[in-house]
């Protein structure tokens, strides 16, 4: 079974336009989310980027459990990379560089979902969140 996550990114004003482009080019993480030791604990199903006036979501679908897809997550290139080149247009300053500090990050900045709803799913078949 799959999750869906999102993470809530504050911007400075009048910066959408860049960090749309820095979404559209940012590279892709390999999608095989593995542990430590190289053995694959889920993927990474989907990617959706949404950017709005002084705001920036990033949702995800995953197979796994979110500490380890965070983790794989931080260990991929594109996305420290990508985790870089937004930081100058944040609202609001963060530490990526240590584990506290993403952890710190991951709180504040992560959004609960609530609701799942498809064409294609009868209400009984939804699954609970």
Same mark, same amino acid.
């Given at each position: 079974?799959? /999750?869906? #996550?999102? $993470?809530?990114? &504050? $911007?400075?004003?009048? +910066?959408e336009d860049t960090v749309k482009e820095?979404?559209?080019a940012s590279g892709r993480p390999r999608f095989e989310v593995t542990d430590g030791e190289g +053995?694959? =604990?889920? #993927? $990474? $199903?989907? /990617?959706?980027?949404?950017?709005?006036?002084g705001?920036? =979501?990033? !949702?995800?679908? !995953?197979e796994g459990s979110l500490p380890q =897809? @965070?983790?794989h997550m931080s260990r991929? =290139?594109?996305v420290r990379e990508f985790e870089r080149q937004l930081e100058p247009y944040? @609202?609001? &300053?963060?530490?990526? +560089?240590t584990p506290?500090?993403?952890r710190e990050f991951f709180r504040e900045a992560a959004m609960e979902c609530v609701l799942v709803r498809r064409h294609d799913q009868p209400l009984a078949a939804q699954p609970a969140l």
């Open positions: 079974m799959s /999750t869906w #996550h999102a $993470l809530f990114y &504050p $911007l400075k004003p009048g +910066n820095l979404f559209r +053995n694959v =604990v889920g #993927h $990474l $199903l989907g /990617t959706m980027a949404f950017v709005g006036k705001m920036a =979501v990033r !949702v995800i679908e !995953v =897809v @965070a983790a991929q =290139v594109e944040l @609202a609001k &300053p963060r530490d990526m +560089n506290e500090g993403a």
